[in-house]
Structures are given as structure tokens and as C-alpha cells.
């Protein structure tokens, strides 16, 4: 995710106000799989507890964001998936989307929500590679320009009220903030001077915005030399919690690159201060992501921490030991015992389960549901959420697997007449899952090897947009029918069905045997047509 992480890096300086886009659901590091770990809902993007450069080389909900290596192509099949280059980004809404004339504030506060879900899909095609760079910066400084312009207009407007105008501000401080990060050299002056001026404010709002990009600028100051001591940024930061309110996403990394700056210049008391404090102020935040940053922060230069992570290096590969990975994260609880970290144990569990090492997957569960006995169930509901849903997936084996509320898009229902019988794989996907783009090829494959032996595939799509699903599935031309959701107002992952399977990140494959009951959960990559083939020869 090359250009999310450029982007995160540069607005680090205090610049990221509005935090949109970058995928950063970070669960404890457990490394990736050949198969890759699963993609979350693309409705839970938001910042969530640990990135790990184990579990995600270059970082939705999940349990993963979703790698920059492109999908794999089929040359021999029209129908498979496309590659970047192949990709029309020309009607995606960063392309699109153009200033509006209109001064309503309620309008200009619409635009400014429209360039901000632009941005995020700007940020979301760029960690894909779906597109180069040069078209990555000049989308974003136009969007940048965009927003600065809105907000300048709504902030001006007559017809503002007070917490209009306000908004207005802060959109164009974050549209410099968004710019500068790109490179834009006379954008970062105007920052500086714009942030200056909100320094002095009344409001204490903006005051307080204006203070956290100012500790960019003397983060800045310091690495050019005009600085020679951290004395003046220590001090910047000291005042930078004054409020109990303030203690959000865009502190959190003003103060994470801060203590960074310090620790590689070589003012190690500071760094180690301001890393204190970042700990001390995040420890029990009210928001879970926030308290998982903090958890690593404090954690990860342990041993038990690094035992940990080498102990499940090798998950998904045959050399992988499951008693070594369960001891070795039994023993980081034993280290610190604490909310944060069940609630980063809790957080692994869905990828060590979709890895396919689901007894182990259970194990981890147990001990977590055993755990969760220390806390109150209100402290626990996050932890419990994910232990339920790792449940619901888990019980499938075996079973018949419950497909209701599901229509094709050719407009007809589901009916399990037409796979009775058969060996049937079952494919939530999405058509923004990278992950779920590699697994067709290996799907095609089966489905020419195995249709006429009583092989079937039931593609399940889990797009929130259904034009986006529509679209994919018509350009694909599926020798085999896809299915959405039969309620428009529950759709992709807030599905009745998705919510009773606990389908909280994709691709979840499944096969059915011939029996109609699960025989298999997160079968993918390689290990699927072997899995087929069993299937077949075991049966007539």
C-alpha cells in the first residue's frame, strides 16, 4: 500500500485533520499467509488498533487491508480478472468529480463530504496500484484545491452559521494539509502562515487544530537545523492535552512521528518522553483503535512481543507449529496482562482461522473466552463480537449451510434444488477485494475441470454499491450465477446472511460436499483444486 503509507507519512506532520481513505485496521501482527489474509469490510476502514508489516507486506477490518500485488491474470480466459493497467479509473469519482457554483452552505458542506469520499478512493486505487503515481499526486492536488476552495466559500458565506464557518476553516487547513503532503511547496507556506493565524483564535477548536500542525512545522524545523535543542517541542507537546477531549487520531500521530524524528536525531530522553506520553494519554482510550496503538507502542520491543511474531512466522506453511504459536501468545497475555491485549489476541483470531489452521483458531478463542472473565462485559463487547462471529463461522462444518435472502443478478432467487447434489464452492467476494480478484483464475480452473462431474460454484457478492457488483459480474460473463443480497436496504456485509454466518471479511470460501453439509472453510490459493478433487473422486 505504497501510496496510502506515502500519504499517511506526510500528513503525520499534523497535517491529517480529516483522517479518510488509508486503511489502517491493524490487528496484532500474525504474518500472512501465501494465501493472503482475508479483506475486510470496506465499511470498517476506519483506523483501527495495529498495522503490522507481518501480517500486511505493503495494510479492510478486519482482519487485513488488502495487498498492492495485482490480480492475477488468465490469458487464456476473456472473462478473468484485470490487471491496474487494464482497469478504467476514467468514471472513478476522483476522475469526476468538479467544483460546485452553488454558495448554500448546506450544498458546499455536501461537496466537501463528496471530495472527501473522493479522496478516499483515491487512496484506496493508489494502495492497489490501480494507478501511477504521477495520476496519484495530480488527482490528489486537484481534490486538494477543490476542498480548499469549498471551504474558503463556506467559511465566508454569509449565510454560514458559526459552526459552518468553522467547518469551512478547518476544510481548508486540512486541504493544505492534504496538498503539502503531495509536494505542494507554496501549499505548505500558505499552511504555515493559515496555521499561524488559527494559533491565536478564540475558538479553542481551531486554536487547537492550528497547535497540531504547529508541532509539524518545529518537528520541521528541527530536522532542517533552524532548531538545535527539542526544548521548544517538548514544550508544544506538554500543552498539546490540555483538553481530555483532545486526544484523537491526528494527536496520536503528531506525537507517533515526533517521537520518531527525536529517536533518529538522536535526542533519545526526548523521544523516550514524548513516547511516554503518547502511552500514558492512549492507554485506555475510549476508541479501541486508538488503545491497540498505544498497546503496540508499549509492547513491541519486548521479548514476549518478538516471540510472539517469530513464533507464527510461518503460518499457512506446513512447517508451522501451533503448539510453539499458542504457547508464545499465551506467554504475551502473561507479560501483559491487560484489556488492550485480549483485545489484540481477539483481533488475530479471524486470521489465524482464515489462514486455515482453524483448530488453532479455537484454541485461541478458548483461551480468550476464558480470559474475558477478568473484565466486565461492558469492557469485553468488542472482544465478544469477535469471538462470536469467529463462532458462527467455525460451526458451519459440517452443517448444511443456511443460503436465504439471496436473489441473481439476473433477477431470479436462490433455489437449492439446482445444486442439490452436487460438490458446490460458495465465494463471498467483492469486486474491491484484491484478494478476492486472485482466487477467480484458480476458481475458473475448477469450474472447466469439475463442471461436468457434478461441480458448481454460488457466487455470493458483497459489494455495498450493487451497480459495482452488477457491473464486474456482467464484464466477467461467470459461467456460474452470482447472488446479492435480496433486501436493498441490508446489503454486502450488513446482509442478514452475512450477519448470521459471521461474514466479516472476504474472500470466505466454503465447499459443500455432495451431502449438502460444509466441508471445508477457507480453502483458496493452491490448496483448492486438490480440495475439489477429493470431493469429486469420493463421491459418484
Not at 469490510?41 to 495487498?67: H, K, V
Request: glycine letters at 6%.
Amino acid at each position: 500500500m505504497k501510496f496510502c503509507k506515502r500519504w499517511q507519512t506526510a500528513t503525520r506532520l499534523g497535517f491529517a485533520l480529516l483522517l479518510i481513505g488509508c486503511d489502517s485496521s491493524r490487528p496484532i501482527p500474525v504474518p500472512e499467509t501465501s494465501t493472503g489474509a482475508p479483506t475486510a469490510s470496506l465499511a470498517s476502514t476506519t483506523p483501527s488498533s495495529l498495522e503490522s508489516d507481518a501480517l500486511n507486506s505493503d495494510s479492510l477490518r478486519t482482519a487485513d487491508p488488502q495487498s498492492a500485488t495485482p490480480p492475477q491474470r488468465d490469458s487464456g480466459n476473456s472473462g478473468a480478472p484485470r490487471a491496474p493497467d487494464e482497469i478504467d479509473l476514467s468514471q472513478r469519482s476522483f476522475m469526476t468529480l468538479q467544483p460546485i457554483t452553488s454558495s448554500s452552505p448546506e450544498e458546499l458542506i455536501a461537496h466537501l463530504r463528496q471530495i472527501d469520499s473522493a479522496l478516499q478512493d483515491l487512496v484506496l486505487a493508489g494502495s492497489h496500484d490501480f494507478l501511477d503515481e504521477q495520476t496519484f499526486k495530480q488527482s490528489g492536488l486537484r481534490l486538494g484545491r477543490m476542498k480548499q476552495a469549498a471551504g474558503l466559500q463556506l467559511a465566508q458565506s454569509p449565510e454560514s452559521s458559526v459552526s459552518e464557518s468553522k467547518a469551512g476553516v478547518i476544510a481548508q487547513l486540512v486541504a493544505l494539509s492534504h496538498m503539502s503532503g503531495l509536494g505542494d511547496v507554496p501549499a505548505a507556506q500558505e499552511l504555515e502562515r493559515f496555521a499561524g493565524e488559527m494559533s491565536t483564535s478564540a475558538d479553542a477548536d481551531l486554536a487547537h487544530q492550528a497547535q497540531v500542525v504547529m508541532i509539524g512545522f518545529e518537528l520541521q524545523s528541527l530536522q532542517n537545523g533552524v532548531r538545535s535543542t527539542p526544548e521548544t517541542l517538548l514544550s508544544q507537546v506538554d500543552k498539546l492535552f490540555a483538553r481530555p477531549e483532545d486526544r484523537g487520531f491526528p494527536e496520536f500521530m503528531v506525537l507517533q512521528q515526533a517521537q520518531q524524528v527525536l529517536h533518529q536525531m538522536g535526542f533519545g530522553e526526548a523521544a523516550d518522553q514524548v513516547k511516554e506520553k503518547v502511552i500514558e494519554a492512549y492507554r485506555t482510550s475510549p476508541d479501541p483503535q486508538l488503545r491497540g496503538e498505544a498497546w503496540l507502542i508499549e509492547t513491541q520491543e519486548s521479548q514476549a512481543y518478538q516471540n510472539f511474531l517469530q513464533a507464527f512466522r510461518g503460518l499457512g506453511s506446513e512447517s508451522f507449529d501451533s503448539a510453539a504459536a499458542l504457547v508464545a501468545l499465551r506467554g504475551l497475555y502473561e507479560e501483559f496482562p491487560s484489556l488492550q491485549t485480549l483485545e489484540q489476541i481477539a483481533s488475530t483470531i479471524a486470521n489465524i482461522e482464515y489462514s486455515g489452521q482453524v483448530a488453532l483458531s479455537q484454541d485461541v478463542a478458548k483461551f480468550t473466552q476464558q480470559t474475558m472473565a477478568d473484565y466486565s462485559s461492558q469492557e469485553v463487547a468488542g472482544v465478544k463480537h469477535a469471538l462470536d462471529a469467529h463462532a458462527a463461522r467455525t460451526a458451519l462444518l459440517g452443517h448444511e449451510l443456511p443460503l436465504v435472502g439471496l436473489i441473481g443478478f439476473d433477477g431470479q432467487p436462490l433455489l437449492w434444488d439446482d445444486y442439490q447434489g452436487k460438490v458446490v464452492l460458495v465465494d463471498f467476494w467483492a469486486s474491491w477485494c484484491v484478494k478476492c480478484m486472485r482466487e477467480l483464475p484458480g476458481i475458473r480452473q475448477c469450474y472447466t475441470a469439475y463442471a461436468d462431474r457434478g461441480f458448481d460454484v454460488l457466487s455470493v457478492n458483497m459489494d455495498e454499491n450493487l451497480a459495482s457488483g452488477r457491473t464486474f459480474v456482467e464484464q466477467q460473463h461467470f459461467p456460474w450465477r452470482s447472488f446479492h443480497s435480496d433486501d436493498p436496504q441490508a446489503i454486502g456485509f450488513k446482509s442478514p446472511l452475512a450477519q448470521q454466518l459471521g461474514v466479516n471479511a472476504i474472500p470466505f470460501m466454503l465447499i459443500i460436499g455432495r451431502d449438502g453439509r460444509v466441508a471445508a472453510l477457507h480453502v483458496r490459493g493452491e490448496q483448492l483444486k486438490p480440495a475439489i478433487a477429493k470431493l469429486i473422486e469420493a463421491t459418484p
